[in-house]
């Protein structure tokens, strides 16, 4: 591994030395063990803690199959999709991977004792499989986290309706909390030149995410002048949505936890924002069984305060159940709630006259196709959209990084160094960088 650092660090390496490279057999990884899916039974979800569960150990080396690449890891970044699979909830991904093992030979090598969990990259390509022709070793990489078959033609008009769509990472093996990541070829998309390997490797899941979501066709297409209600607003997700409103002409409303986010929304330019420990609402009764509709009520009157009269166009949902009633009542007639995640439970809740009489829509998102990946890590490169990376932590600290997720004590993003030595390393383009260092660094330290 210190020979591919090198080559790294380097900065000129040829792509031939690349590829001229020796691989080793093993490498460093972030994983979870199948022996210990029941380590936390009996315990409530909050009180899981990841840092007993994720390892960081030495595995083997995988077959690179056709179509595929390896990559050297220098940095990744804590999903959510991380957080559940350490505290094995809200089921064990070891079904996900003894699934997909059955689907053909090649993909049997998924199905091991441990999964190396991780579905952010930012690297450099070291070798390709047959049929590969895009990339060549020695490019620098991000990767996009939809690994998809594309036998069947459901997924030819957009992939993520593909029948073997899942996440790398999370519903495969392999992923990206290691010094080497396993990855189909169509993943890859070019780091942006101007930011740090743990920068780049930070937007990737919730960036694509939040474009699908809120400005895709295939969810919330946002329009100039909508007002979008952003749960979350300065969050891993939300922090992306309240860009992509800025950018596109819409008028966030911005819901966040306490003042120092209200800050952070405001510093990219949000104007309405609604501080909820400030509001105190109570959407659900104190027995937890019945909604409150007079707190949907005042929700609606505050963002009508903010936005001069007018009701909430699309909703940018991923809490879940504690505020999915609230997002319907507050939508307006014809409206959109757009919906993913549910962070605080799947089993939602709302009252169906509002939606129903109202004809208002739910629209389902996850993820994104490789096409809205691409544009959404265009604009990255662009110096349009910024990441949200707040903190940094080394391969062996991810129990710690995956536990500040679970318990939210983050803001934006929380990175991971993997091969790379220490932070600030990977920028090539220090003039466009310069242009947009503020904005870069908005969420750093907060």
Known sequence: MQNILDAILAGDTASEDF???PLPESYRAATVRKDEVDMFEGLASRDKDPRKSLHVEEVALPELGPGEALVAVMASAINYNTVWTSIFEPVSTFG???RYGRLSELTKRHDLPYHVVGSDLAGVVLKTGPGVTKWKPGAEVVAHCLSVELEDPAGHDDTMMDPQQRIWGFETNFGGLAHIALVKSNQLLDKPDHLTWEEAASPGLVNATAYRQLVSKNAGQMKQGDNVLIWGASGGLGGFATQ???NGGANPICVVSNEE???IVRSMGAEMVINRSEENWKFWNDEGTQQNPKEWQRLGKRIRELTGGEDIDIVFEHPGRETFGASVYVTRKGGTITTCASTTG????YDNRYLWMNLKRIVSSHFANYREAYEANR?????KIHPTLSKTYTLDEVGQAALDVHHNKHQGKVGVLCLAPEEGLGVRDTEK?????TAINRFRGV
Do not use: D, P, S, T
């Not at 799947?346 to 809740?349: C, G, N, S, V």
């Not at 960088?433 to 260092?437: D, F, G, L, N, V």
């Open 19 to 21: 590829a001229n490279l």
């Open 96 to 98: 996900f991977l003894e």
């Open 244 to 246: 992509y409103a800025l």
């Open 261 to 263: 986010k209200a800050k």
């Open 346 to 349: 799947y089993l939602h809740e």
């Open 379 to 383: 604009l990255i490169a662009q110096g």
């Open 433 to 437: 960088r310069a242009k947009h260092e």
